[in-house]
């Protein structure tokens, strides 16, 4: 298996507050990852710190990706690198139509692989079977960028982003939340498709339900800023009946 | 509105006289070795005799500029902006520079200067591609009348447009060609004691450029006029006039620029529009004139007077204007709406940035019946500039059903710069129909971060997220302008997030 991902014991704080203390994991090509934990457990932290949010502080730990300290680069080099981040809240960008912004963030990272740029034509080319596997049609792309958009919309907008800019690791943060059914399956069916060799999926999520649309290959359990425990994906529905609670107990006093 | 915070370092290195640093902070700061013929420096009635002389003007048109100039002597400099600057020295400018191989008019492009074919080749403008151009099918459509510091150096496109009887020349010309359209309605938009700085443009206006679209004519391409400051020390004085008779359409162009000196320079220019029965005018400007630096040490002072009038029913006039340079810019393009029916825009996008001031906006004054206007102002402050919308609604009593929507938003990078909204409405009639809405917002950092995770640089997250705040008017420009428009609304920006 190679290596993608290879956190080692990473402490992260914000505004001299730790979060991320002692954190570990490591994620190889092919594989999917779901992280679970209670709310405050420091999910979106490790996501955010992945990503290069600015604003936070590493004090300790590596994370090496692609045999590359990842921490060396800005948020844009790290997502010309393979990184995507599907972003829990969205944000809103008005006055930019959602064809324009994503054209000009694939024609970005493909410039900085030293690929040739597509224009408006060969880009629709391109787009088309991603929107249909998403059920979402051209109209979609001319709305501003999350403007107005319902929760469901926004989801499938971040799962087509994926899609088109098709990552080498996906980190989906709470991706599942807001979701009816529906909306959940099409998510799932996005996200199923970038399954592949040489990628990986990192799944932060509050609940189960997500778990039975995306199979993972491990889950892993975040209390506390560490991973205090991982298995494969029965874990998950142990988790569902037993709660967070129970588990820490366990850990503690072990 | 007003808060302050963190600045962001200005980089160390001032020095200008690399290519590639023009590249990266003030594109058109080239100056030009341009052998010149000054008159002396100062304002007296001698100076604006002299200018009328190097003209060739008629008597009637020196008398003109005299009563200007004895109006001028008595008005005092306004100071309800919301700009600051030290007193400008009228007597320590230059009120007449020409490029001396202008003495003799060109009879063609081929006996323009290279040295000043050079140069608006850098600014983008390849006057003679234009004309080589003219007779192509599908390629850029668009006349440019170039002026240079005082002087108009080239027009082209002459000939085709006035086989559909539309004029379009240097002001200078059209004084003695066209001397009864000119007296008609030359200061008959905005008066000669209009105000100061209009009063004084009256006075020692130097070129600009002048068009007369004929009754029913559509005319067929963008007219524009290019400004370009070269010469230190000088002020611009340039005075444009457009008149669109009945049923007849034009669109203008307006570009400017001016080399980087570390002086101020004075601009203060007049254009007067107007609509006849059923007629418009469109009327875009790209100012881009040096902002001064970073420290605000130079750069243009703008004092521009721009009004139109909507004289005949139904007519229209609409201003775009995307302002991202001068030191100081103080304008307000405004429509007087006479003829019933009659449609007045006002479409802007001012960026502002380091020690940048601009106080800008409009005025619709709305005479006629059924009579409507909309005004967008989009205001972008960063660095420690300051960004004033200022505007008037004026609704008389006489016109029944005025319409108004008026529009202001603001944006602002960091927190040392200031976003003001100055909206004035006077309505003497209770049929009118007034709405306004403005809004003030920031570009949030979880913003930036959105975009820059999808792998945009900082600088094209901010580009990107600007065009999209000012889109609204930067749609309104005409598409030889909108590209470069927006590169603009970049560039004047860089620097200002980290």
């Not at chain 2, 006075?203 to 370009?228: H, N, Q, W």
């Amino acid at each position: 298996m190679t290596e993608l991902l290879n956190i080692e014991n990473l402490h992260a704080r914000v505004e001299e507050k730790e979060i991320l203390k002692g954190l570990s994991l490591k994620v190889n090509a092919g594989e999917v990852h779901a992280i679970m934990g209670p709310n405050g457990s420091g999910k979106s932290t490790l996501a955010s710190v992945l990503a290069g949010k600015p604003g936070y502080e590493i004090t300790e730990g590596s994370v090496n990706f692609q045999g590359e300290d990842l921490l060396e680069f800005e948020a844009e080099e790290r997502a010309q690198k393979g990184i995507f981040l599907g972003f829990q809240y969205p944000v809103e960008i008005p006055g930019v139509n959602s064809m324009y912004f994503l054209r000009t963030a694939l024609n970005a990272q493909r410039k900085a692989r030293g690929e040739e740029e597509l224009d408006g034509i060969d880009f629709m080319d391109f787009i088309q079977d991603k929107l249909e596997l998403l059920d979402m049609n051209t109209e979609f792309l001319k709305r501003p960028v999350n403007v107005g958009f319902s929760g469901g919309e926004k989801k499938r907008h971040e799962t087509l982003q994926m899609c088109a800019l098709n990552p080498t690791l996906a980190l989906l943060d709470e991706t599942d939340s807001g979701l009816d059914i529906d909306a959940l399956q099409i998510v799932s069916r996005g996200v199923n498709a970038m399954r592949g060799e040489g990628k990986a999926i990192v799944l932060i999520t509050h609940y189960q339900r997500l778990l039975d649309y995306i199979e993972p290959d491990f889950v892993h359990v975040l209390k506390d800023g560490q991973i205090i425990k991982s298995g494969d994906k029965t874990l998950a529905t142990e988790l569902e009946k037993e709660g967070y609670s129970g588990l820490t107990n366990e850990t503690t006093a072990a | 509105m007003n808060t302050a915070a963190k600045m962001p370092t200005p980089p160390a290195d001032n020095v200008i006289n690399k290519d590639t640093q023009l590249d990266k902070t003030y594109k058109y700061g080239f100056s030009s070795d341009i052998e010149m013929d000054y008159a002396p420096k100062g304002l007296n009635e001698d100076i604006v005799r002299l200018i009328s002389e190097k003209k060739g003007e008629p008597e009637w048109m020196l008398e003109w500029r005299l009563n200007a100039f004895r109006i001028w002597q008595n008005m005092v400099e306004p100071n309800w902006a919301k700009l600051g600057y030290p007193p400008i020295d009228y007597n320590d400018i230059y009120y007449y520079a020409a490029p001396k191989s202008q003495k003799e008019k060109p009879k063609s492009l081929d006996e323009v200067d290279p040295e000043l074919l050079a140069v608006y080749e850098k600014l983008g403008i390849p006057l003679k591609e234009q004309e080589v151009l003219a007779g192509v099918e599908g390629t850029s459509n668009v006349a440019i009348d170039a002026v240079f510091d005082s002087v108009s150096v080239a027009t082209t496109f002459k000939d085709k447009l006035a086989e559909m009887g539309v004029i379009f020349c240097p002001i200078s010309e059209a004084i003695r060609d066209y001397p009864e359209l000119v007296k008609k309605y030359l200061g008959t938009v905005v008066p000669q004691g209009d105000n100061f700085f209009a009063a004084l443009n009256c006075a020692v206006f130097t070129d600009g450029s002048f068009v007369y679209i004929p009754k029913g004519v559509r005319c067929p391409m963008e007219l524009s006029t290019y400004f370009r400051i070269n010469a230190r020390d000088t002020g611009q004085f340039e005075r444009t006039l457009i008149i669109a008779d009945d049923d007849s359409y034009v669109s203008y162009l307006e570009g400017c620029t001016a080399p980087q000196r570390d002086e101020n320079q004075l601009h203060a220019a007049v254009v007067e529009l107007v609509a006849m029965k059923n007629a418009e005018i469109k009327y875009s400007t790209v100012q881009n004139w040096y902002p001064g630096d970073e420290n605000g040490k130079g750069g243009i002072y703008n004092f521009v007077t721009k009004r139109g009038t909507c004289k005949g029913e139904r007519s229209k006039i609409s201003w775009t204007q995307v302002e991202t340079g001068s030191a100081v810019t103080w304008k307000y393009p405004s429509c007087i709406l006479e003829g019933d029916y009659s449609v007045g825009e006002f479409y802007s996008v001012a960026v502002t940035n380091n020690c940048q001031q601009a106080d800008t906006g409009t005025k619709m004054i709305h005479k006629g019946k059924n009579t409507s206007s909309t005004i967008i102002s989009k205001g972008i402050s960063a660095g420690r500039s300051n960004n004033t919308y200022r505007g008037l609604v004026h609704i008389f009593p006489e016109a029944e059903n005025a319409r108004n929507y008026t529009e202001c938003d603001s944006l602002l990078m960091g927190n040392k710069c200031g976003a003001h909204t100055v909206p004035y409405i006077r309505a003497h009639n209770n049929t009118a129909n007034l709405e306004h809405e403005a809004t003030t917002s920031k570009i949030s950092d979880e913003q930036l971060f959105y975009c820059r995770q999808r792998g945009l640089s900082e600088e094209d997250s901010v580009s990107l997220i600007v065009n999209g705040f000012a889109k609204d008017v930067m749609q309104q420009l005409p598409m030889e302008f909108a590209v470069e428009a927006q590169k603009l609304l970049g560039i004047s920006l860089e620097g200002s997030v980290g």
